[in-house]
């Protein structure tokens, strides 16, 4: 590498450390909890979605974000004038530290149940200690969750009125979780889908293209999302779908036409599997450099 290309090497990666700071820095950062649409509320930080969904029979809460968020979503929950006692069932999207890692304390302070899919049970049990996470050895633990009910693929969470459905979306870890659920205003009903991420993240040496298994199962959550009942897309990360710019549009307009794309699921689901692709490409390249 020449001086010239080495010198913009390092001015690239450390802008892109720079990124990464500024949006975990986003992960703790208070955000005024809002409504989204009927019963579905927004009651995480500026950069980590936590998604309260509420009937007079109890809630569900969905995510948790990090653990020393965990009087932030609280705060959050009272600030609209629901009581945390009323969050009946808590359900997770992955079993990591930024989603869940204020869980624990979410069910110990509400009383509430704690279901997952059958793989993300395990993580939340092991505190994120999973050896079947590709992040494995560099995502941070948490407080282990216990107890954890399982939710099956394509099986409805309910608390009350409210009826949750799973999806599994195995990729990002294998207990990852995409949920539908149905909201009411004004005599319209529309689908709200919470995707999970679809990115491939892992530890240094991980190669997802070393199971065949895992490449399938990672395939198929594409299909899945693309197929999803989807109205309104919300993720995990926000800016991941550009949520936060489509609620400034919504309250600009004064009109919900802006959070309402039915095309949305579909196009992130398009928008992550070449990039998958291209990992597998890069790994299978790097293997026959290698030898291995």
């Known amino acids: 590498m020449n001086r010239i290309n080495r010198t913009l090497w390092i001015g690239a990666s ?9 949006q ?23 950069g980590l ?9 109890g809630h569900v809460l969905i995510d948790g974000t990090l653990e020393g968020n965990a009087a932030q979503i609280e705060a959050n929950i009272h600030a609209l004038g629901f009581h945390l006692r009323d969050v009946r069932l808590i359900l997770n999207s992955h079993a990591h530290s930024d989603h869940a890692g204020a869980i624990a304390r979410l069910a110990r302070d509400s009383g509430a149940t704690v279901a997952a899919s059958a793989a993300s049970v395990k993580a939340l049990r092991l505190g994120g200690d999973d050896p079947d996470d590709p992040q494995y050895g560099m995502a941070p633990r948490y407080p282990a969750v216990t107890p ?31 949920w539908t659920w149905r909201s009411c205003e004004a005599g319209r009903c529309l689908s709200l889908a919470y995707v999970d991420s679809l990115t491939a993240l892992s530890r240094e040496g991980f190669r997802y293209s070393d199971e065949p298994a895992r490449v399938a199962a990672f395939r198929h959550s594409f ?33 919900s036409v802006a959070l309402v794309d039915t095309g949305a699921c579909r196009s992130y689901a398009a928008a992550a599997e070449p990039r998958f692709e291209e990992r597998l490409r890069k790994e299978r390249q790097e293997a026959r450099t290698t030898g291995e």
């Not at 450390?14 to 500024?22: E, G, I, P, V």
């Not at 693929?153 to 990002?172: L, S």
């Open 24 to 46: 975990q820095a986003s992960w703790s950062q208070p955000q005024q909890p809002f409504h989204i649409y009927g019963n579905s509320w927004y009651v995480g930080t500026q």
């Open 14 to 22: 450390l802008c892109l450390a720079s990124l990464a700071q500024a």
């Open 223 to 255: 299909a899945t999302v693309a197929g999803l009942p989807c109205d309104i897309l919300i993720t995990p990360h926000p800016e991941a779908s550009g949520f936060m710019q489509k609620v400034a549009a919504r309250d600009r307009e004064h009109s």
């Open 49 to 57: 979605s936590a998604i309260l969904i509420t009937s007079p029979q």
């Open 148 to 178: 954890v009910e399982v939710v099956a693929d394509g099986a409805t969470a309910q608390a009350g009125p409210i009826a949750v459905t799973a999806h599994y979306t195995p990729g990002h870890t294998t207990g990852s979780t995409s």
